[in-house]
């Protein structure tokens, strides 16, 4: 049977623990489109980032 070789930490068991204390994801409204997307994350459907065109869009046809 496994057994710790030495008890964890009080600061190790909270990095583990660090997770646990998170939020629900926060979403921020486009300037552009007005759609709801994450904060400091590409806009996949322009492919726009800080106003720039960092993407290349898939055209459906």
């Not at 930490?9 to 939020?23: E, H």
């Not at 921020?28 to 996949?44: F, M, V």
Request: aromatic share 4%; proline share 7%; glycine share 6%.
């Amino acid at each position: 049977m496994a057994v710790p070789k030495r008890k964890v930490s009080p600061m190790k068991r909270g990095f583990r623990r660090s997770a646990d204390a998170l939020k629900t994801p926060t979403y921020a409204e486009d300037k552009d489109t007005g759609e709801l997307k994450r904060p400091h994350h590409i806009d996949l459907k322009t492919g726009r980032y800080r106003g720039r065109q960092v993407l290349s869009v898939k055209q459906d046809d």
